[in-house]
């Protein structure tokens, strides 16, 4: 038994004989339902203060259990999870992006209808005497997800007729935008249209003599430097009218043969590049700035198009920054569109400790620790419920505002190569044509090619 592991072994026993569960009166079947159990709960942007104060309330309730959380960073999540699989030594819980679920999905235990826990009485007296009551506790059904929970959430979570995880917060994208600089640029208020939009990124993107850009109206138009581009290029497609995937297949191409340049796919790469044309009036970014977070940060853009868990790392960057944020405009404002980007809770195959594991989820998404996450974190809600208080928020107003609306747009099983599709797609259309070059066939064939990519992930 490794160190670790033992030090657990021995603190949870002297607890479990120091509560009396190692005295007499207890059935061979209660005191196997209160065997130590130690959960191993790995998360990366989740909130871990937060996580912890939750946990500490659980062991309470569950004395015979110890959940410990660690938080991993997501570049090394994948190598992590799998070298800890392979040596039988992975976590109970995991906290995954919704959009790795494909990926991830054969090592993830599906939720069971019902689970089995134990709750500890001690009554003390004369004599100390443990009441132990197995219990056995309904989870959440797909229709509960659904009646509860915003659309997006049902519709990502359940696989073939199963659920695998929920979430603690469900976000969507908003207008970021630095309130001093959009005075300095004339600019009363914020864009409620794309129109306006465009206007107010002219107005506010100032070059010096030679032409180079010394403050962004947006960052918007390329591939590299915008982490966020793909979520952008998607929800511009998804106000289109188009749906990046259908069932099992890639669809954001379809038409492109037919209607070439008037085809909603090409119109809405079109717009997003123009931001990094020179040619354009809307040009306002190029692959020569920073990264597109880390250039607002420093006051550098007007505008940035984000989720709210962006607010972290801006306040970080740059806590002195007076940074407002709104909901997007929309293409259509009646039938409206936006992107869900979110991470669910969900149990690991190989856990020996299943029951345990998602009644800990059960618990951590009952409705009112939810609201108290959500509030600590300042994060936006997944509860239908709580959506019309939280919309008076002025932060999480704007994100939760567009929630009901929010999808999220991939579904498959390789979103890195999925990611890099639609980025490598962006830095070629913008890419000037060759000599005699027909162009808008070029550009219609590098859509088509990103969509091919991505069927295969799918």
């Known amino acids: 038994m490794k160190i670790k592991q033992y030090i657990q072994f021995t603190l949870l026993m002297g607890l479990l004989l120091t509560l009396g569960f190692g005295c007499k009166g207890l059935t061979a079947q209660q005191k196997a339902a209160i065997k130590p159990v130690v959960l191993n709960y790995w998360t990366v942007y989740d909130n871990v203060e937060v996580l912890q104060k939750f946990a500490t309330q659980y062991e309470h309730r569950y004395p015979y259990v110890r959940i410990n959380i660690r938080k991993v960073p997501y570049g090394q999540f994948d190598s992590l999870f799998t070298n800890a699989l392979a040596d039988d030594v992975g976590p109970d819980i995991v906290s995954i992006n919704v959009r790795d679920l494909g990926k991830y999905q054969r090592r993830l235990a599906t939720m069971p209808t019902s689970i089995h826990m134990a709750s500890v009485i001690i009554k003390t007296g004369i004599q100390k005497q443990t009441i132990v009551t197995e219990q056995t506790l309904a989870m959440p059904s797909i229709r509960d997800i659904q009646s509860a929970m915003v659309s997006t959430v049902a519709d990502d979570v359940v696989r073939n007729g199963k659920i695998y995880g929920l979430p603690l917060s469900v976000d969507t994208m908003a207008l970021y935008y630095n309130k001093d600089l959009l005075d300095k640029s004339n600019i009363p208020e914020p864009p ?234 962006i830095n070629a259309f913008i890419t000037p044509a060759q000599k005699g070059q027909d162009k808008i066939g070029y550009q219609i064939g590098l859509i088509q090619q990103a969509a091919a990519i991505m069927q295969q992930g799918i």
């Open 192 to 425: 409620k249209t794309w129109n306006d939009f465009l206007t107010d990124v002219e107005q506010a993107t100032k070059f010096d003599s030679h032409g180079k850009i010394i403050q962004s109206g947006v960052a918007m138009g390329t591939g590299t430097n915008i982490s966020n581009a793909p979520d952008i290029v998607a929800l511009l497609m998804l106000q289109n009218s188009l749906h990046m995937t259908s069932g099992g297949s890639v669809t954001f191409a379809n038409g492109l043969k037919n209607n070439g340049k008037n085809s909603p796919a090409y119109q809405a790469l079109r717009f997003y590049t123009d931001f990094a044309n020179p040619s354009k009036q809307a040009y306002s970014w190029d692959a020569t700035q920073g990264t597109a977070l880390d250039n607002f940060a420093r006051g550098k853009s007007v505008f940035y198009l984000g989720f709210a868990f962006d607010k972290n790392q801006i306040i970080a960057q740059a806590p002195q920054l007076n940074i407002q944020v709104v909901q997007l405009p929309q293409l259509n404002s009646v039938s409206p569109s936006n992107v869900a980007n979110y991470w669910i809770e969900t149990v690991v195959k190989k856990s020996a400790h299943k029951d345990a594991a998602w009644d800990f989820i059960r618990f951590l998404t009952l409705p009112q620790n939810i609201t108290a996450y959500d509030k600590a974190a300042n994060e936006p809600t997944p509860l239908r419920s709580q959506i019309k208080k939280q919309k008076k928020d002025p932060f999480l107003g704007a994100f939760t505002s567009q929630m009901l609306y929010a999808t999220n747009w991939y579904r498959g099983n390789d979103y890195i190569t999925g990611q890099k599709a639609l980025r490598d797609m």
